[in-house]
C-alpha cells in the first residue's frame, strides 16, 4: 500500500497567519483528498486534489481560505490561510487506491493550534 | 449522496468481551464500506473494507465486520477486547469506489475495562 509523509507533524500558529501542509506519497496516485478533524469531531472533506486540473471543494470549504496545489502525481500542498482559532483542528490527506489492495491510506495528520 | 450513522458516540467494554460497534449507511449505488481506528494523536488506519464477494469480512486485530444489505449496516466486532482495542473507530462509506470521496461517521470511542 501507499505510504504518505505529511508535513507538518504539528505547528502553533498565530492568527492571521498562513500555513502551508505537504503530502507527499510513494507512489503515483490519481486522486488525493484533504480532510479536517475539528476537536472531538468525525473527519470532514476539505476538497479533492486531481492533479492538472481545479481541486473540488465540498460545500462550506472556499478556495480562498483553502488553496491547494496538485503539481504532479505524488504530492499535494493545503494552505490554510488567514487562520483564526476556528482553524485549529487536525488535517489530513489521503489517497485512493493503493495497488490491488484497494482502500485509502492517510498521512499521519497535521496538528494545526491557532493562537 | 451517502451517510453513515453510527449508533453509540462511547462504547465501554470489559477485557475479554464481545465488542460490537454499529454502523448503518445509506447509499443509492451499492457501496463500498470501511472501518478506521485511530489511535490517540496518530492517524487513520485501515482495520477493514468491503468492496464486493463475500460480505463477512475480515480485518487486522481480530475485528470483523459484517455487509448485510438488507439492513444497511456494517457493524464491527471482536469476540474478545483488549485493553490496546482502546481508540476510536470510524465507519466510512464510498459509493462507486476507488476515486471518489469517503464520507464518514462520526466515530465511536471504545473504552475497555480491566
Known amino acids: 500500500s501507499a505510504v504518505i509523509s505529511q508535513k507538518p507533524s504539528r505547528d502553533i500558529c498565530q492568527r492571521g497567519t498562513s500555513l502551508t501542509i505537504q503530502c507527499q506519497v510513494d507512489s503515483q496516485v490519481t486522486m488525493m483528498f484533504w480532510y479536517r478533524q475539528q476537536p472531538g469531531q468525525s473527519l470532514t472533506l476539505i476538497a479533492t486534489a486531481n492533479q492538472g486540473s481545479e481541486a473540488t471543494y465540498e460545500s462550506g470549504f472556499v478556495i480562498d481560505k483553502f488553496p491547494i496545489s496538485r503539481p504532479n502525481l505524488t504530492f499535494s500542498t493545503l494552505t490554510v490561510s488567514n487562520m483564526s482559532p476556528e482553524d485549529s483542528s487536525i488535517y489530513l490527506c489521503?489517497?485512493?487506491?493503493?495497488?490491488?489492495?484497494?482502500?485509502?491510506?492517510f498521512g499521519s495528520g497535521t496538528r494545526l493550534t491557532v493562537v | 449522496a451517502q451517510s453513515v450513522t453510527q449508533l453509540g458516540s462511547h462504547v465501554s467494554v470489559s477485557e475479554g468481551a464481545l465488542v460490537l460497534l454499529r454502523c448503518n449507511y445509506s447509499s443509492s449505488v451499492p457501496p463500498y464500506l470501511f472501518w478506521y481506528v485511530q489511535y490517540p494523536n496518530q492517524g487513520l488506519q485501515l482495520l477493514l473494507k468491503?468492496?464486493?464477494?463475500?460480505?463477512l469480512v475480515k480485518g487486522i486485530n481480530g475485528f470483523e465486520a459484517e455487509f448485510k444489505k438488507s439492513e444497511t449496516s456494517f457493524h464491527l466486532t471482536k469476540p474478545s477486547a483488549h485493553m490496546s482495542d482502546a481508540a476510536e473507530y470510524f465507519c466510512?462509506?464510498?459509493?462507486?469506489?476507488?476515486?471518489?470521496?469517503?464520507?464518514f461517521g462520526t466515530g465511536t470511542r471504545l473504552t475497555i475495562i480491566p
Open positions: 468491503y468492496t464486493t464477494g463475500a460480505t
Open positions: 489521503s489517497v485512493d487506491r493503493t495497488g490491488d489492495n484497494y482502500g485509502y491510506t
Open positions: 466510512a462509506v464510498s459509493d462507486l469506489g476507488g476515486n471518489e470521496k469517503l464520507t
